[in-house]
């Protein structure tokens, strides 16, 4: 998944940018579960485990994105 899908996705879900992290990173947080994490702003796809890691920090599950 690319950034821009996930950042859209992410919207949907109620989840808000926060920040401009170090280079080419960004903080979002989701108010629902009170969870933060920084996601790379890159044109090219993130990683599985990246994204993985993305969604438990948020309190989120990969099917929460499916259908969005």
Avoid at 33 to 61: D, Q
């Amino acid at each position: 998944m690319r950034y821009h899908e996930l950042i859209k996705k992410l919207r949907h879900l109620d989840c808000e940018f926060v920040r401009q992290a170090g280079g080419s990173h960004e903080i979002w947080h989701n108010p629902h579960t009170g969870g933060v994490t920084v996601i790379p702003h890159h044109s090219r796809e993130i990683a599985k485990k990246t994204l993985n890691k993305i969604l438990r920090e948020l309190g989120l599950k990969p099917e929460d994105l499916q259908g969005i």
